[in-house]
């Protein structure tokens, strides 16, 4: 039974015997130092418990004001190497997962992790998954293909087929021209995330899986500012409507969406395009570009909690659930 209350679907964790990471990732392990989490040499401005400890994470999540918080894995543990000891990485950290989340009393639940190169065995995967785990945390892109075509795709239809939330993390993929102002991540990931949501509505997936339940994080990044771009593009152009997809503001409004804009005038754009009942509480925690309180924002322009949480408990399939 999760708790009544608000519930913050976009907030991390991750044990720190996984902290070596994924085998074959790219990026350096984790390791935590005089308190603070590091990628190899680089500082990342995280307590290491906040990451790691679930005694902090739920002190946190009450000093927020929330119910409940759903963790996922940072997006530097997604599995995004084709690699043998994949699976084994993937089981381990499931199996934390669930662990954590039933011994929360009501206050955590998760989103798993499934092996992004392998449909075959990410479905099975998600077809043991504890009831505590409503879904799937996944990246953006997979190389250079997003949810229109390759395994990506295959992966969200097995998670609609089985009923399970998505949620989509950037990865804050390095870019040549992103390397100063930390603009890998004030641009980098918003623009992963729009290229994400454009494939989701251009590439016939939403059409393909109508009961499909896939949330687009920091507030779509910059796809609320295109859908009448892409709207234009569909109408004048037969590429764009290659895949015979509905217009894409009809495809939009199919999208879920956290409220982590960092702006008011953001959020209100975002809910003049997206249904207003796909609309959830996040906060990246604990991460730099996060927030401590992630329901000041949604409040401020009428998202009380009675909506969002009413609305995450739709995407999370909770409505049957019992509040404590």
Same mark, same amino acid.
Request: proline share 9%.
């Given at each position: 039974m999760?708790?009544?209350?608000?519930?913050?679907?976009?907030?991390h964790w991750?044990?720190? #015997? %996984?902290?070596?990471?994924p085998p074959?990732?790219p990026l350096?392990?984790?390791?935590?130092?005089d308190?603070?989490?590091?990628l190899?040499?680089?500082?990342?401005?995280i307590? !290491?418990?906040?990451m790691?400890d679930p005694?902090r994470?739920?002190?946190?999540?009450?000093a927020?004001?929330?119910?409940?918080?759903? /963790?996922?894995?940072?997006?530097?543990?997604f599995?995004?190497?084709?690699?043998?000891?994949?699976?084994?990485?993937?089981?381990a950290f499931?199996?934390?997962?669930a662990?954590?989340?039933?011994?929360?009393?009501?206050?955590?639940l998760?989103?798993?992790?499934v092996?992004?190169?392998?449909?075959d065995?990410?479905?099975?995967q @998600?077809?043991?998954f504890?009831?505590?785990?409503?879904?799937?945390?996944?990246p953006?892109?997979?190389?250079?293909?997003s949810?229109d075509?390759?395994? @990506?795709?295959?992966i969200?239809?097995?998670?609609?087929?089985?009923?399970?939330?998505?949620?989509v993390?950037?990865?804050?993929?390095?870019?040549?021209?992103? !390397?100063?102002?930390?603009?890998?991540?004030?641009?980098?990931?918003? !623009?992963?995330?729009? !290229?994400?949501?454009?494939?989701l509505?251009?590439?016939?997936?939403?059409?393909?899986h109508?009961?499909?339940?896939?949330?687009? %994080?920091?507030g779509g990044?910059?796809?609320?500012?295109?859908?009448g771009?892409?709207?234009?593009?569909?109408?004048a152009?037969?590429?764009?409507?290659s895949?015979?997809?509905?217009?894409?503001?009809?495809?939009?409004?199919?999208?879920?969406?956290?409220?982590l804009t960092?702006?008011?005038?953001?959020?209100?754009?975002?809910?003049?395009h997206a249904?207003?009942?796909?609309?959830v509480?996040?906060?990246?925690?604990p991460?730099d570009?996060g927030? #401590?309180?992630?329901?000041?924002?949604?409040?401020?322009?009428g /998202?009380?909690?009675?909506?969002?949480?009413?609305?995450?408990?739709?995407?999370?399939?909770?409505?049957?659930?019992?509040?404590?």
């Amino acid at each position: 039974m999760i708790r009544s209350g608000a519930i913050d679907v976009h907030a991390h964790w991750l044990p720190q #015997e %996984l902290f070596g990471l994924p085998p074959g990732s790219p990026l350096p392990a984790l390791n935590g130092r005089d308190g603070q989490l590091h990628l190899g040499e680089l500082p990342l401005s995280i307590a !290491t418990d906040a990451m790691s400890d679930p005694q902090r994470v739920l002190a946190d999540t009450d000093a927020a004001g929330l119910g409940s918080r759903v /963790l996922s894995a940072p997006p530097f543990a997604f599995p995004v190497t084709d690699d043998p000891g994949v699976d084994g990485y993937v089981g381990a950290f499931n199996d934390a997962l669930a662990q954590v989340c039933h011994d929360s009393d009501g206050r955590l639940l998760g989103l798993g992790l499934v092996s992004l190169h392998d449909p075959d065995a990410a479905r099975k995967q @998600m077809a043991t998954f504890d009831p505590a785990i409503r879904g799937i945390a996944v990246p953006p892109l997979l190389g250079n293909e997003s949810f229109d075509r390759g395994p @990506m795709r295959d992966i969200v239809g097995i998670a609609a087929e089985e009923n399970l939330a998505v949620l989509v993390h950037p990865m804050q993929l390095p870019r040549p021209e992103w !390397t100063s102002y930390y603009l890998v991540n004030l641009i980098g990931n918003p !623009t992963e995330t729009a !290229t994400a949501a454009a494939a989701l509505v251009l590439g016939g997936v939403l059409e393909q899986h109508p009961d499909l339940r896939i949330a687009m %994080l920091h507030g779509g990044g910059c796809a609320p500012a295109l859908v009448g771009r892409w709207q234009h593009g569909w109408q004048a152009r037969a590429d764009v409507r290659s895949a015979g997809t509905a217009a894409p503001r009809d495809g939009f409004a199919k999208l879920w969406f956290d409220t982590l804009t960092h702006d008011g005038p953001a959020l209100e754009l975002l809910r003049a395009h997206a249904d207003p009942t796909h609309l959830v509480c996040g906060s990246d925690y604990p991460f730099d570009m996060g927030v #401590e309180r992630p329901l000041d924002l949604p409040h401020s322009v009428g /998202l009380d909690d009675d909506v969002l949480e009413a609305n995450a408990r739709r995407f999370l399939d909770l409505e049957g659930d019992t509040h404590v």
